[in-house]
Every structure is written in structure tokens, then in C-alpha cells.
T-cell receptor, first 114, second 112 residues
Framework: DTGVSQDPRHKITKRGQNVTFRCDPISEHNRLYWYRQTLGQGPEFLTYFQNEAQLEKSRLLSDRFSAERPKGSFSTLEIQRTEQGDSAMYLC????????????FGSGTQLSVL | AQRVTQPEKLLSVFKGAPVELKCNYSYSGSPELFWYVQYSRQRLQLLLRHISRESIKGFTADLNKGETSFHLKKPFAQEEDSAMYYCALQGAGGTSYGKLTFGQGTILTVHP
């Protein structure tokens, strides 16, 4: 499968623990996005990278959230001191370039914070 | 602030009937609009985008700037159209590329 891959598919953690998700974009895509989706809502933009540079972060991304994309390839999203409100589907997407290119989404990581 | 509203959470039609999924947006400039679809157990994927003026799987969508709407239409629904549909908006300007504002989604069910 040459699409966007995310790992793990599911993560259950206890409140206060740290979690890290990984996203591998389509190899030739230089833009990578993170979105979050809660039950009954559409995806919400969190942050995006152009190659290794993180160009924008949403106000939704509190100080407990950090994302990296070293060497402009895969990306990680870390949540520190998780809270129950962090429970959501975390989606990664990539695109070939700017403009109105379509986003290719991964299958997501479902996070449950107990 | 930009906002996308899909007023119907659920929409049911019979096979062969016309279908229209409503989408209204709020944006001060000239946005770009998209429809994304998620079939059962599949990833979210682009269905169509306004800028391409395309018709995919028989679906079309017309941007009505006066009514700030981007409704998705298909004259004859098929059972395989059953899915979750999201309308999404992208603001103008280079910094907005890929930053989509999604509506809450509409679950379309096409009955045989």
C-alpha cells in the first residue's frame, strides 16, 4: 500500500500518560497535515509541515501537543499528560504541493484516554 | 472566521432517486470548496473540488456565492453511494493550502 500510513491504529492510555503517533506520508509529498476528529464532528485542522518546517499550528494545539517531521519524511505527534478530552481520531494527510491539491488521508489513530 | 454547515446529519433516499446534500459556508473572501467522502471502512478521500469543475461518480456541486452554498447533487442515487460526506472549505492565499474547515458531515443511505 503506497498511501499514507499511520501507526498505531488504536491507542488506549491512562490519563496523565504521554503518547506518540507516527505518520508516513506518500513518499513524494512534501506537505503533511495533522487533523483531529471527535465523534459526530468533521476533522479539525491541527498543524502542517512543508518538508521539515512546521508552518502553522492551530489554537486547538495546546502546549501539551508537539509535532515533528525530521528530514521532511515521517512525522510524529506527541501528546503529553493526556486528558480525557484528548480522546479522538487523529488523522494524518499529505499532499504533493501547495495550491488546491487534494489531500490523501491515512486511516487514523484512535486515541482513548481512560 | 470560516465555518461550514451541513444541516442534515442523516439523509435517506431510494435507489434511483435524486439526492442533494446541503452545504453552506461562511467566509469573508473567495474560498475554495471541496466534497470529501468516507465509505464504510475506508479512508477519507476527495470526491470533487469546485476549482476543477469536475463530475465524479455522477456527482456535481455548484458554488453559489450569493447563497454561500456548495450543495452536492446526483440525479440518480446508487446503493454504493451510501457513505459519510463532508463539505470542506479552504481559504484563499498560500498559507491556507491544505488547511480545510470541514462541516459535521452527512450520512447518506441509499436503500434498494
Amino acid at each position: 500500500d503506497t498511501g499514507v500510513s499511520q501507526d498505531p491504529r488504536h491507542k488506549i492510555t491512562k490519563r496523565g500518560q504521554n503518547v506518540t503517533f507516527r505518520c508516513d506520508p506518500i513518499s513524494e509529498h512534501n506537505r503533511l497535515y495533522w487533523y483531529r476528529q471527535t465523534l459526530g464532528q468533521g476533522p479539525e485542522f491541527l498543524t502542517y509541515f512543508q518538508n521539515e518546517a512546521q508552518l502553522e499550528k492551530s489554537r486547538l494545539l495546546s502546549d501539551r501537543f508537539s509535532a515533528e517531521r525530521p528530514k521532511g519524511s515521517f512525522s510524529t505527534l506527541e501528546i503529553q499528560r493526556t486528558e480525557q478530552g484528548d480522546s479522538a481520531m487523529y488523522l494524518c494527510a499529505s499532499s504533493a504541493s501547495g495550491g488546491y491539491e487534494k489531500l490523501f488521508f491515512g486511516s487514523g489513530t484512535q486515541l482513548s484516554v481512560l | 472566521a470560516q465555518r461550514v454547515t451541513q444541516p442534515e446529519k442523516l439523509l435517506s433516499v431510494f435507489k434511483g432517486a435524486p439526492v442533494e446534500l446541503k452545504c453552506n459556508y461562511s467566509y469573508s473572501g473567495s474560498p475554495e470548496l471541496f466534497w470529501y467522502v468516507q465509505y464504510s471502512r475506508q479512508r477519507l478521500q476527495l470526491l470533487l473540488r469546485h476549482i476543477s469543475r469536475e463530475s465524479i461518480k455522477g456527482f456535481t456541486a455548484d458554488l453559489n456565492k450569493g447563497e454561500t452554498s456548495f450543495h452536492l447533487k446526483k440525479p440518480f442515487a446508487q446503493e454504493e453511494d451510501s457513505a459519510m460526506y463532508y463539505c470542506a472549505l479552504q481559504g484563499a492565499g498560500g498559507t491556507s493550502y491544505g488547511k480545510l474547515t470541514f462541516g459535521q458531515g452527512t450520512i447518506l443511505t441509499v436503500h434498494p
